[in-house]
């Protein structure tokens, strides 16, 4: 039988689930009702920035103020035949990933990872392939755009990929209006 030094290496958790249960943790500092998301920036496993989403400092969130609800619309195109669907959801929050970017310095992006809650939509995937990072995990799927999502992450040679099996913190967990 196999036995390592420190003796519990079958109970350590790897480095993908030790990041995500921080991003995890991180997201629960967030006052948006409808979604919760964290993300964390690891450069050569050490932490370099956490990020949840948020109004911007100093004016009203979305408990004191309610979410700013907005629909958008988008064009799916399912077996030949195009589909409209309506979806509704909070802007006022500046999210997770674009969080991260603002406060977390372009030379300490370059070749990191960002581990993230929730998979990124449009406008942060965008914003993450222009970041210097070079690789995003993350947990929750998000459909919406997500065929794009990854034909841009693709293009830039960014590493985008779903976490394996894994189970969110107890204490973290919500449930997604989507
Ligand atoms: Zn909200
Ligand atoms: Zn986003």
Known sequence: MHTSAAGNDTIRKDWDTYFMDIAYMVSTRSRCPRRHVGAVLVQGKKLLGTAYNGAPMGVHDCLEAGCM??????????????????????????????????????????????????????TCANMLANSGVAE???????????????????????????????????????????
Not at 84 to 94: F, L, N, Y
Not at 155 to 173: C, L, M, S
């Open 136 to 178: 995003v995990v993350y947990h929750r799927a998000y459909p919406k755009d997500s065929e794009k999502v990854y034909a841009l992450m693709e293009q830039k040679g960014i590493v985008f990929r779903q976490i394996g099996t894994y189970f969110a913190p107890e204490q973290a967990r919500m449930d997604v209006i989507s």
């Open 69 to 122: 609800i907005a629909e958008e619309i988008e064009v799916k195109v399912v077996e030949g035949i195009e589909q409209v669907i309506r979806k509704q959801r909070c802007i006022r929050t500046i999210h997770a990933e674009q969080n991260l970017l603002l406060f977390t310095d372009r030379a300490n992006r370059e070749g990191s990872t960002v581990y993230v809650t929730d998979q990124p939509c449009w």
